[in-house]
């Protein structure tokens, strides 16, 4: 199994809401990231956890807010979105977070705050 | 600080011809670079890394890419482009100076017209 998986694919929330994104990965990675991808921009990244402790927090505001509940889970709670918030979200995973591990991409969330 | 370029925001081909996507790069310390492509509303694939040896580099799907430490180039190609190639390339880079976390460039977007 080689796969990350993300769901939902879609989510549409008010700026009111709580909701929750959630990714999956059975290949035994130890490292696993949260990136925000913007129509046509390159993936910037939010969070990482390494060995199920955030080790990178890229000053990220506080309306979102990541969980990761054991090594293969991966969660990214949300609430209280702004519209600007509206984006693809991708989790990933490797092996370990070290200079030369690649990553494995989920298809992502596409998120849309009205 | 690490930083990632490409130059070119799309690059056309034609089917059966080679195929060339740039890339440039800054480091303070040794680059680990990496090639990464994205198909519409899916997350990013793997295709290639330099870490250190040779400088030419294999990769899936036929792509491979040449480390120009002199001229701090890593630029992705392939020497018969497929219709199926198209897509969206992005290079990245992680510094051994800094053990920062991975830096994408902003993509190039990839059209081989049949």
Redesign the interface.
Known sequence: DTE?T?TPKHLVMGMTNKKSLKCEQHMGHRAMYWYKQKA????E?MF?YSYEKLS?N?SVPSRFSPECPNSSLLNLHLHALQPEDSALY?C?SSQEDR??E???????T?LSVL | AQSVAQPEDQVNVAEGNPLTVKCTYSVSGNPYLFWYVQYPNRGLQFLLKYITGDNLVKGSYGFEAEFNKSQTSFHLKKPSALVSDSALYFCAVRDDGGNTPLVFGKGTRLSVIA
């Open positions: 990350v993300q046509k921009k390159p993936p990244l990482v990178i890229e991708l990933a200079l030369g690649k990553l494995f991409f989920g298809s992502g596409q």
